[in-house]
């Protein structure tokens, strides 16, 4: 099964911004944002990297090849890393606020590239509301669209709970939501629970609108959400990660055609939730494929919780000629299966390597050789 993420991205200049690099929320209701059509069972994917904000369109129902229909909205939603380098070890969680196809009202899915099944199942009587867990060492976090009781202990739509054992998990945070609200979206990626609520309430820091993202005890995730938030009466779902950015360090090389190779690194920065990967080509310039450099096409991987530098060596070919300094161009790329959360830096994306003739003396004059 292929699994793309369905963008359409926008990228928006000078905007102040807090908080993670990676944003998905699905709406409660279809909404135009930023000129993207998102209906409820799509998501707003919100993307930061230095000055620029991009947006797009995440399709669920691409992404996992399940039939969502229209009048069926996602009602929780997260992302799951196995720890390994590439995109098959990672799985989205989810849940539906009716039941479409196998798959009851109840039931958390999980997807991969496996395909599709029921993850847990709690019955078609009871709604997920929001769902969320980092890795498989964690049990699954659940919250209800009604109150229940289980072994004698009544859950409140009002709090997370760890779904094997029932336990409060966040109480001490959803202070001022309420016994009669409850949670409609919850995120825990960035170290601190961030959600929302089906209605509003007074939080440390003011109202905080159904609308709206809060991240107690300091802020609402608004920056982001302003456009949104005058569209839609509220936030189904939320998911929120620090992949980093992908980028080079340098903008040009300069390197001896006699040198034999050279080679160029691709850095990590801020943040590394999650695996990653990113594709490195020549582009030919007045340097070509097989007379001056040897082609590539070449992938770097990093493992979740990896920002080392990686690294990528291309061959150089010399020859006898006074032909001058010649150059190509190297650019990044995602991977076509690229929903491992990240993005290559549109500022960085692009290196130039100059080779520098030793038969002309362009040596001589070389500033920054390496």
Sequence with gaps: MKFLLMFCLLSVSALSYAGPEWQILFPDQAAVVDGHYIDHNQALVVRKVENLILTGVMNLADMTGLNIPDNVAVTGFTAINDGGPIAS?????????????????????????LGCQVYAAYGSEIGISSLDYVNRDNDLLVSFDTGFSVNGQFINPAHVYNSSHFVVYFNSYSQGVGDNNSITAFDTSEFSP??????????????????????????????????????????????SVDSGWLGFEKNVINVSENASTVTFSVARVDGAENSTAVIARGIDGTAFDGIDYTGFFQAIYWADNNDDDGFVTV????????????????ELLEPNNSYMFSLVNPNKKYLTINILDDESGDLIFADGFE
């Design 89 to 113: 070890t990672a799985s989205y969680l989810f849940s539906l606020s009716a039941s479409a196809g196998d798959y009851l009202r109840g039931d958390v899915i999980e997807c991969n590239s």
């Design 194 to 239: 961030t959600f929302s609520a089906s209605s509003m309430f007074d939080s440390a820091t003011g109202l905080v609108k159904p609308a709206e993202v809060y991240s107690p005890p300091m802020f609402i995730e608004s920056s982001i959400t302003d456009e949104l938030a005058e569209k839609v009466t509220g936030i189904n779902a939320y998911y």
């Design 315 to 330: 061959s150089l070919i010399d020859n006898d000629i006074a032909d001058g300094t010649r150059s190509f161009t190297v």
